[in-house]
């Protein structure tokens, strides 16, 4: 079975720091990884997926194979990436598997 | 287009009654997927549907049922309801690949 963790529920960084958000996924397919963000008082949005390897609002997330791992890193955390951060994994056709979330809180 | 929609945005149920939750996907979106996200956990898939048929079902059981119209328009049904089914219940909708885009929810509180 398909299984996303996310090992940090709440997560502080100080404004201009580096940010890592930790995600690892156990799957006996391909894996196809997604990080989604949830703004205060707004939907679920799609942040980036790893196929694309865009960097969308300075994120990035580089899927490592070997460690099973598909963290989310940005050089310098802004005030406004204050959210909470899901990481997703599709098990086929689209249908995702979520991580518990991380809460990322900047700090001004 | 204004996105996913979905209504109601609230409702409160009693236990054993049975609830009907509607989304409407972005215009051309032919796929509409159900997860159900308990407070503090991700979303949980549910069920997918596509063409107006059933893709994809998860671990629920046979309580939860649903149903996508011609018009790609998609209602979850929850018969007997229990008071663990309290969560806010997540639509999203796709046109292909796999980026799906996410409504609002709607949250349905059991008493």
């Known amino acids: 079975a398909q299984r996303v963790t996310q090992p940090e529920k709440l997560l502080s960084v100080f404004k201009g720091a580096p940010v890592e958000l930790k995600c690892n996924y156990s799957y006996s397919g391909s894996p196809e990884l997604f990080w989604y963000v949830q703004y205060s008082r707004q939907r679920l949005q799609l942040l980036l997926r790893h196929i694309s390897r865009e960097s969308i609002k300075g994120f990035t997330a580089d899927l490592n194979k070997g460690e099973t791992s598909f963290h989310l890193k940005k050089p310098f955390a802004q005030e406004e990436d204050s959210a909470m951060y899901y990481c997703a994994l599709n098990f086929g056709n689209e249908k995702l598997t979520f991580g518990t979330g991380t809460r990322l809180t900047i700090i001004p | 287009d204004a996105g996913v929609t979905q209504s109601p945005t609230h409702l409160i149920k009693t236990r054993g009654q049975h609830v009907t939750l509607r989304c409407s996907p972005i215009s051309g979106h032919k796929s509409v997927s159900w997860y159900q996200q308990v407070l503090g956990q991700g979303p949980q898939f549910i069920f997918q549907y596509y063409e107006k048929e059933e893709r994809g079902r998860g671990n629920f059981p046979d309580r939860f049922s649903a149903r996508q119209f011609p018009n790609y328009s998609s209602e979850l049904n929850v018969n007997a309801l229990l008071l663990g089914d309290s969560a806010l219940y997540l639509c999203?909708?796709?046109?292909?690949?796999?980026?799906?885009?996410f409504g609002p929810g709607t949250r349905l509180t059991v008493t």
């Open positions: 999203a909708s796709s046109w292909t690949g796999y980026e799906q885009y």
